[in-house]
């Protein structure tokens, strides 16, 4: 009785202090579910306070998996809110998925391949033309209307802008990729999925689609065998091999080789 009479006291105790928590990044989306592949719902101004009803683990956003519901109905990454501590100032939410990933593939990176991409795509605040000509913005975002207009955020970006934006655009390539594999045969890790995923990002859909990278996963060859051998082939742009693409497969590969509990696809974990 004692120990139930102390732990409802703390949960009284903290409970107040989930309200009026200030927003640290600029136009931070809350989201219909705990991760970056949920619709989102609203956008919080830097500076604006929240209130906090529950909070719970889901997608990782810069080493913080917490998500906050707040009082609006809907999720924001707890790494953009003003708590004070890294880890929960309020209770559990007693209900909802735990992750992005809606019950099956990985909608979402880990935190490796979120760093991998965000390295070798570099960091742009305005649209301007990358090493081939193409209008690109944030962590690789290809413009797809004149000056990036469909681009939600305002520019010049902050670093945490462009993250949100890469985290918006990184579903579109997991989506792409998870319908050209074979779930029957093929079976990937989180850092196996992510160093796939970057691959995509960087080539197109359209391209790893009719690949022969694809093509052997899906014969049921040993995937760290495919990697290793297709991957670094991804290294020419205009027509020309850059060295760039060639340090960057070989991050890939280093990634795709790293080992991982976590399963990515066919389903989440």
């Known amino acids: 009785m004692k120990l139930s009479f102390l732990a409802a006291f703390a949960l009284a105790t903290v409970a107040p202090l989930a309200s009026g928590y200030a927003i640290k990044g600029d136009a931070v989306n809350c989201r219909s579910g705990p991760g970056t592949s949920y619709s989102v719902k609203k956008t919080y101004k830097k500076g604006q306070n929240v209130s906090i009803s529950c909070q719970q683990a889901g997608t990782s956003v810069s080493g913080n998996n917490i998500w906050d519901k707040t009082s609006d109905g809907c999720y924001v990454a707890d790494y953009y809110v003003q708590t004070g501590v890294n880890g929960y100032v309020t ?29 070798w795509e570099g960091f742009v605040s305005s649209p301007k033309p990358d090493p081939i000509g193409l209008p690109t913005v944030g962590y690789g975002h290809l413009c797809k209307q004149k000056n990036c207009a469909e681009v939600k955020y305002k520019f010049p970006l902050t670093k945490s802008t462009a993250q949100q934006l890469l985290n918006d655009d990184i579903p579109t390539y997991t989506k792409c990729l998870a319908s050209y594999l074979n779930a029957s ?21 359209g391209n790893a689609k009719s690949s022969q990278l694809v093509k052997r996963l899906n014969n049921g060859e040993n995937p760290n065998t495919v990697a290793s051998q297709e991957l670094p082939k991804w290294r020419l742009a205009g027509g020309r ?21 976590k399963q990515a696809f066919p389903k989440c974990s």
């Open 91 to 119: 209770s559990k939410c007693s209900s909802g998925s735990s992750s992005g990933s809606s019950g099956s593939y990985c909608k979402t990176l880990n935190q490796a391949g979120l760093s991998l991409i965000e390295k």
């Open 185 to 205: 045969k093929v079976k990937l890790n989180a850092n196996q999925w992510a160093a796939l995923t970057s691959w995509v990002f960087n080539n197109g859909c």
């Open 241 to 261: 091999v850059l060295q760039g693409l060639v340090n960057r497969r070989a991050d890939e590969v280093k990634l795709f080789k790293t080992a991982s509990s």
